[in-house]
Structures are given as structure tokens and as C-alpha cells.
């Protein structure tokens, strides 16, 4: 069951991202947490391209179903480097891409006049159910330079208590 899900939320990444080389560390949970003025639970109502000084940049609305860090109305709208604005697309290697109706928990911070995820794909914690109804969570952790991509999946329970030491 467990690697029914974690294959799901692979394919779920993997088809939704093109393959590029990018190196990077992992950040802890209690990073995440420290870095961030708001982690919440959502799901992706709308993406819209756009140009954010001087750059493309994705624009997306995420409406919220808990609040697990700060304070937020029922739907934020944050930026994601990257993306296509009229004839121009810009591919950010190591930036989360979203997909409208998507279930996600994200970190976010302020900057740049607006808000934006923490830190690239690290900073987007897919969730998927398994066949008995259990929530999982998952993100891309892409530490080769090879473009190896591979996915951490926890129970979401689990996720949650250890968000709740790390705060």
C-alpha cells in the first residue's frame, strides 16, 4: 500500500516536471517552519502567468482548508518563479510547478512584494490518499546533479506532529 502511494505521488511529480539538473540541500521541517510566516493546506483554484518585476513569474491561487502556521484568510495567491506569460516561458530547474485542483500543503514568505514559496520545490508537499483513505504527503527532493529526482511520502498524521514540534 505504502508504495502504491509513494509510485503515485512519483508519477504525480515526474509528469508534471520537466527533467533538469539541480543540486540543492534538503531543508529540515523545522527549517521550513522557521523560514516561513505561512504554512497552509489547500488545494490550487487558478494559474495565471505573469510578469513580476521584470520577470515571468506564475501566479497562483490556493484555496485553504487549514492554516498550520500564521494567519490567513479562506484563499492566498502566491508567485512561483517561472512560467508562461504571452508568447514568453520561462523553466526555473528546481521550481514547483502546480496543477489547478491539486491537494498541497506550502511553505511560504514574504519578499519581492509578495508572497512566494520558501525556497523552490522543496517548500510544496504534494498530498494523495491510498486505497484505504489514509492522507500521505509527499515532496520532491532533488539532491543529484544527475536531475535524480526521488519523493518523501509520510503520513500526513505523522507530517503534522512533526510540523507541531518544529513551530
Known amino acids: 500500500m505504502l508504495a502504491r502511494v509513494v509510485s503515485t505521488l512519483l508519477a504525480v511529480v515526474v509528469l508534471a516536471s520537466p ?8 531543508a529540515s521541517l523545522e527549517e521550513l517552519t522557521r523560514w516561513s510566516v505561512l504554512v497552509v493546506r489547500g488545494r490550487v483554484s487558478a494559474i495565471e502567468g505573469r510578469v513580476h518585476e521584470q520577470r515571468v513569474a506564475t501566479e ?4 485553504i482548508t487549514d492554516t498550520l502556521r500564521g494567519a490567513a484568510n479562506s484563499s492566498v495567491q502566491f508567485l512561483v518563479h517561472g512560467g508562461e506569460f504571452g508568447a514568453q516561458r520561462v ?9 489547478v485542483g491539486e491537494e498541497a500543503i506550502v511553505f511560504l514568505m514574504r519578499g ?32 543529484s546533479s544527475h ?18 514540534s518544529s513551530r
Open 19 to 26: 527533467a533538469h539538473a539541480t543540486v540543492s540541500r534538503t
Open 60 to 63: 497562483v491561487t490556493f484555496e
Open 91 to 99: 523553466v526555473v530547474p528546481g521550481e514547483a510547478r502546480f496543477v
Open 112 to 143: 519581492h512584494g509578495g508572497l512566494w514559496l520558501t525556497s523552490l520545490a522543496q517548500r510544496k508537499w504534494t498530498i494523495a490518499r491510498d486505497q484505504a483513505g489514509v492522507e500521505w504527503v509527499g515532496r520532491v527532493d532533488r539532491r
Open 147 to 164: 536531475g535524480a529526482t526521488r519523493l518523501d511520502a509520510v503520513p500526513y498524521s505523522v507530517f503534522l506532529r512533526e510540523l507541531g
